[in-house]
């Protein structure tokens, strides 16, 4: 799976180029922040915020084309929603690391 699925995107935005950029430019200014209030929620206990953040990132990956980050937001989204924080937990290393592939990839379009 490729990192980022411009091409679907595109299609979806009518092939509107100044829309992708500025929809990327938003995930490249908010995407680790997000990662980040999502983990510092899920250690303090607060699950519901936790699950919102997963639920944000996987929509913000969405936008931009980034299928297996949303795929893993996704799941640690759904882990949330069922109470299960160990779950959650235990996706954050993948999401860093997906989102740090999907952030290199931007950077470098």
């Keep these: 799976?490729?990192?980022?699925?411009?091409?679907?995107?595109?299609?979806?935005?009518g092939g509107d180029e100044e829309l992708y950029a500025e929809i990327c430019g938003l995930f490249q200014r908010d995407g680790l922040m997000m990662l980040d209030r999502?983990?510092?929620?899920?250690?303090?206990?607060?699950?519901?915020?936790?699950?919102?953040?997963?639920?944000?990132?996987?929509?913000?990956?969405?936008?931009?084309?980034?299928?297996?980050?949303?795929?893993?937001?996704?799941?640690?989204?759904?882990?949330?929603?069922?109470?299960?924080g160990a779950v959650l937990g235990g996706y954050l290393p993948k999401l860093e690391q997906q989102l740090v592939k999907v952030l290199q990839q931007l950077s470098t379009k």
């Design 38 to 84: 999502l983990r510092t929620e899920l250690a303090s206990g607060t699950l519901d915020i936790a699950t919102r953040y997963a639920h944000s990132i996987k929509s913000m990956a969405s936008n931009v084309g980034a299928e297996e980050l949303a795929e893993l937001a996704r799941k640690a989204e759904m882990a949330g929603r069922a109470g299960d």
């Design 1 to 13: 799976m490729a990192v980022i699925n411009r091409e679907e995107v595109l299609g979806r935005l």
